[in-house]
């Protein structure tokens, strides 16, 4: 990148050649603050025209056909505003879903334009806040059908200018929205069955592997050091006796599931898929195999099939346990601490072929 800074004097001579030296001294000074950017206050609005492309992308991510925001373009004839929700949920059958909302949004355009149009300002050379701003992902559409995103206009450290914006697009009419569901976040068929719509393999760090603690640091909240007995300044629930356990019920869960709606990616939290129920006497037999499991090693392998275990002590106490059935097979118990399921287990908790 290259500077280039001419500074002119009508003032001849020595005196003359001493101010032009000092100005250019201030000059430099505030170009390698700037970085050779634009100054405050000084230079055009950094945004460019948008160029059209066929249709909006929601959310809009940096794929093949990126379309890079900015201004529209003179002489675009707008007809609706294209609104993107990439944090929008929606409810069906299947229970609760979180997913992208795509508004088309239709009325007097010439306020939404005109706030479109105010100039952003020129970069800042000086500090800015270190804050994170959520800004309407937004496209025009004109007669045509082809689009343009649009760049919101943004103040010299890059937060929404205060233009009337929302109070324009408030007063257009939604004409139509379109859902699309990524993740099911309440599953109706879970809740029913008395199961989490999701199984996390959540279990605690080995102290000894604590390099985000120093040695004799204590836990905040707690008197125990790393090191020392505990790690968590409070009693974890422990196994039941055996002579406690009335019966269990099996949570089964994959780590995706078809719908009949739309297909729910889970990733390594699983989603729910059915439950299934032991007669007191299996469930006594699945506690025979799980207090003295060894503890398990550090292990990445991802599983794509658990069961959480609601050991049922009558009434409506439980205690629960996660299996992986796959992956790591590990056992995570009531403490958290996780340990190596036995090949006795992953039989008895197999669902059924």
Not at 157 to 181: R, W
């Amino acid at each position: 990148m290259r500077c280039t800074v001419e500074v002119r004097s009508s003032v001849e001579g020595e005196e003359g050649a001493m101010r032009r030296t000092a100005v250019m001294a201030l000059l430099a000074l505030a170009l390698v603050l700037a970085g050779c950017a634009i100054l405050p206050g000084i230079g055009p609005d950094p945004r460019v025209d948008a160029v059209p492309v066929p249709t909006a992308t929601c959310p809009e991510t940096y794929a093949d056909g990126y379309a890079e925001a900015g201004l529209v373009p003179e002489g675009f004839d707008a007809v609706a505003v294209l609104r993107c929700n990439p944090f929008a949920s929606q409810e069906d059958r299947d229970g609760v879903w979180s997913g992208v909302m795509l508004e088309r949004l239709e009325g007097d355009l010439e306020p939404v334009l005109t706030a479109l149009a105010t100039p952003s300002d020129p970069r800042s050379a000086g500090p800015c806040a270190a804050v994170a701003y959520l800004v309407p992902e937004l496209w025009i559409e004109r007669a045509e059908g082809d689009v343009v995103r649009v760049a919101i206009p943004a103040d010299g450290c890059g937060a929404p200018k205060q233009v009337g914006l929302e109070v324009a697009l408030d007063a257009l009419t939604v004409v139509d929205e379109t859902f699309t569901p990524v993740s099911l976040v309440e599953s109706n068929g879970a809740t029913v069955a008395g199961c989490a719509t999701q199984a996390g393999m959540l279990v605690l760090a080995d102290p000894s592997d604590a390099d985000w603690l120093d040695a004799g640091q204590t836990v905040p909240g707690g008197d125990q050091a790393v090191g020392e007995d505990h790690l968590i300044p409070y009693e974890m629930p422990a196994w039941p006796e055996a002579s406690q356990v009335a019966g269990a019920r099996l949570c089964d869960y994959a780590a995706t599931t078809p719908s009949e709606t739309a297909p729910a990616p889970a990733g390594d939290a699983g989603v729910f898929v059915g439950m299934r129920e032991l007669t007191a006497s299996e469930a006594r037999a699945l506690l025979s195999e799980v207090p003295h499991a060894p503890a398990a090693a550090t292990c990445a392998a991802a599983a794509t099939r658990f069961v959480v275990v609601h050991l049922l002590l009558g009434g409506e106490d439980a205690v629960a346990f996660t299996v992986e059935l796959d992956g790591c097979r590990r056992l995570a118990d009531p403490g958290l601490n996780a340990h190596v399921a036995s090949a006795d287990l992953l039989a008895l908790l197999a669902p059924p072929s």
